[in-house]
Structure formats: structure tokens, C-alpha cells
């Protein structure tokens, strides 16, 4: 518009004219500066896999015998043909998105990888074109936005290695040069996967937990490449991620919920709120093992079935411990709106007051109000303070070798002693007089791979296997790990445990060898 000089105040600044001005390659330094966390950036990579139709996932670890190289996301997705590669890996090209998509910004591919890793590549294929590639780096960026294609060879190699998940059509996501695994010093590459692949799965859990309860099977897995075994074999360590539901109590902490609130939202309209209230001191996965109750506490957003915020009051309150029970899911609106907004790593919600106004004119059908609400949430968790709880005795915790399911329920229901290594479980050559051995200074049990096939039933077992063997050889042996002085007693308790155990199993391996013949 034209500048009207001698105006007392210009609504609009005028403008004469104007220039595309395309980004400078500086600007790969601050796309790889994103602040995303290593499970937020994954997250964010898996939500394109759904959004590809994919209802098959794999976080793949890869490692040799000294250090972690790299990480992949396998999918069997759409997947891209070349020019729908070209168009994902163009930085700031932003694609239109359905209503019920989880992208939004069109940066989360390229930001998310290049917060962690030096290179992305990505592989491809779809039903009616071959595999292809394309790889991002950051001196490919600042080389003027340079994208390597990659060698159609390797990407058929790529695909046929993965062609369990990838049959007619998927991709694969492959960061290199992954910074956090680069600072893993000799020999603690295990206990940095095995830290790094529990956050991932709690927090893959949650955040994704609606789609796993309505069927995406989504796994995390390593693979030695040293043993020179291929795709995802029985050997390699494997967790199927399971939904953690943060309202998935059997039994609400206060008669009468959840209940439904509606709140008039200026700019949006009415607004329906689901008010949870679990019961005190639940050991239930879905209340315990999401992080610090006080920060889980408050309002969980989802935008098409994905958390986006896991807790937090958004200025309508401070959190405090007298409401820890209470938990309010909120499904964000299809339209865009000026009230609420969400970050572009999907992990938190901006709103202005309109929104918490909104939530203190909030009724429900009987004509309750919110604050009726947090009155209850509190008063359920008064009452629940009064009553007399039984303390179990803390264990050590159970670690590689045990069913994830298993290790999810130890923990529910009983603490954990702090600082100690979990208890792992292998299988070893071991002398034919003995079931099971400990290696107590690597905090491990070894059971004697003689048997192992008999207790899966004639099959080859995978990392996990046995479990009903293991849990209870957790049971009964848990109490002789972190320990100080070796006590004579306990000796002759683990061997006469081993003696009975020994008898069982070859009694076990008789009986199985009866009904084979």
C-alpha cells in the first residue's frame, strides 16, 4: 500500500516493491541446531512412516565389537520414487499435508537427522519404481544445498537386506556419523544401548500409544554387522514397543471418572476435555514409568492420535504435588486457529488465554465445574496418602535377556535398588552338571545352552526367549547379585538350586524327546 504522509498512525507499513531472496547456505548451521532430543528426533522420523501408511516400523541399531555405527529406520510405508525423494530432502519445501496427517512444517526429516547425525540418507522404493536414495550432509549444505544421490546398487542392497519389512514398497532412514554414539568410549557400548534404547521405548510408548493400541507393531533392534549375519535374524536383540498409556488405569482413583468437560473457547468454539484421576501410589506403567509425576501431571495434547504434550497446566495453574493424579487428555482442533499452537519438534503446545479461560468456564453434563475437578484430584490423593502401604523390599533390576513385558511388570511392582547394573541373561557353555552358573562381577546369569532347545521347544531362540525360565531364575536369584563378602551358605544355596533345577530340565528334555518320537 502507499505511504500516506502526515497520518497520526499507519496500520499497514507501506511497501514499494519486492525480492526472492533463497536461503543462504549458512542456514544448514541453524537446521541442525534445532534442540531436538535423540527420542523426540526419532519420534518425529517415525511419524513420517505413518504418515506413509506404514503399519510395520523397525528402529534398527547397528554396531561391530568396539562401537555403535549407525541408526536406521525401516518402514513399509508408500515409500518415494525419485522425484518424491528429491522433494523430501529439499530443505524448506514444504508439502501439503492431509487433515489427518502427522507432519506439519515440512522440516522434521532434515532437522531432526541433523541434529544428530552428520549425514541422512534415505533409500526408497514404491510398487511401481526401483529403489533409490538420496543423502544430505552438512557440507552438503553449506555447499549450496548439495543432495547426493546414492548409488541405485546399494539402495536395491539396502532394500533386499530389510525385505522381511520392505516387501513391494518401504524406505529406510540411515543416519551416520550419529554424535552421541561417537562419544561411547571402548567397552561401554552396551550400557549406552541399553540406556538409550529404554528411553526410546518409554518414550516412543507414550507418545505413540494410540496407534500402538490400534496395531502398529513398532520394534527396536541391534545387530553385531561383525558376525556377518543379515536383515533382522533371530539372534539380534529385539524389543517390541508397547503402548504406555498415561490413562490406562483399571480403576479411576475417584468414583465417577473420567469425566467429559466442555469449555468455550474464544476463536475455536467449544472444546472437549477428558479429566482423568488415577488412584494413589498406582504401580501401573502408564502412571509410574513416564517421567517425574509432578512434570506428567495436567493436560496431555493430541493432534490425530499423536501426543504432543505430555503434561502441564500452560499457565492455567502451577503444578503441585496434591495433583499428581490428575491427567486431562485434549484433542487439538482440525482447523487452524490463533489460540493454540504447536512446536515444530511436536513436543508442546503454546496456548494463549483464551484456552485457559476457556478451561475455568468449563462444565460438564451435570454441570460441574474444573475446579470442581481439581478439588476431587486432590482430595483422591489426601485420601490416598492416609493408607497404610505395604513396603516391598527393593531388587535389583532385570536387564538384557528378559522379555520386555516382564521387565515392564518387575518394575511395576517392585522398587529398584538405586545404582545397580541390571541383571542380564545369557546362554553359555557351562559343565554338563550344571543348569545355570553367575558371573557376578558382570552382574549375569548364564544358563547352559545344552538345554536351550528344549525349553523352546525344539526351535532356535532369540535374545529373549524362555521367559517363563528366566523370571523365575530372576526370582530366585535376584538377592545374589551386589553383594559384599560371598557367604558359604549362599554358595550352597545356589548349588543345590542348580542340582534341583538340573533334574527338572533333563526331565523336561525326556519328556519332550517322547512326544517327538
Known sequence: ?????????????????????????????????????????????????????????????????????????????????????????????????????????????????????????VVSRTKRSRAAGRRLTAEGIADSFRCDTVDPRYAQDLVDRYDGIIEWHGTVVRWDGVRAFETVTRGQSDQFLSKAISRLETHLGLYLHRFLQQGLKLDIAVWDVSTGESGLGEEVDHIAVEALDPFGYTVPGKKGYPKEFTAPVEGIGDMRLTAHIWAAKSKQAGFRQVGSLTERQGFYFYRNNRLVQAGGWNGLRSPEGHLVLARVAVDLPAQENSVLSLDVKKEGVTVTPAFTLGVEKAVDA???????????????????????????KAVTPPGKGLDPKVKRVIKEELPEKPGEEPISFTWGTLPSDRFFDLDRENNSVILNKEFREDFNDGRRGGANDTPVTKTLLYLLLEDCFGLGRWERSRQDRVDYWNTILLASAEAHRARRMQSVS
Open 1 to 121: 500500500m502507499p505511504y500516506e504522509p502526515g497520518t497520526v498512525w499507519q496500520y499497514d507499513v507501506p511497501t514499494t516493491g519486492s525480492a526472492h531472496l533463497p536461503p543462504d547456505a549458512g542456514y544448514g548451521r541453524a537446521l541442525t541446531n534445532q534442540g531436538y532430543g535423540f527420542e523426540v528426533a526419532v519420534a518425529d522420523l517415525i511419524d513420517n512412516s505413518i504418515d506413509a501408511g506404514a503399519d510395520e516400523i523397525v528402529v534398527h541399531f547397528l554396531r561391530d565389537a568396539e562401537r555403535i555405527l549407525t541408526l536406521l529406520i525401516i518402514d513399509n510405508g508408500q515409500g518415494m520414487d525419485e522425484s518424491g525423494l528429491d522433494a523430501a530432502m529439499t530443505v524448506g519445501r514444504r508439502r501439503d499435508y492431509g487433515d489427518s496427517a502427522l507432519g506439519m512444517y515440512g522440516t522434521g526429516l532434515k532437522a531432526a537427522s541433523l541434529s544428530h547425525a552428520s549425514s541422512l540418507t
Open 366 to 392: 451435570d454441570g460441574h465445574t474444573f475446579h470442581q475437578y481439581l478439588a476431587d484430584a486432590e482430595s483422591a490423593y489426601r485420601d490416598g496418602a492416609k493408607r497404610t502401604e505395604i513396603v516391598r
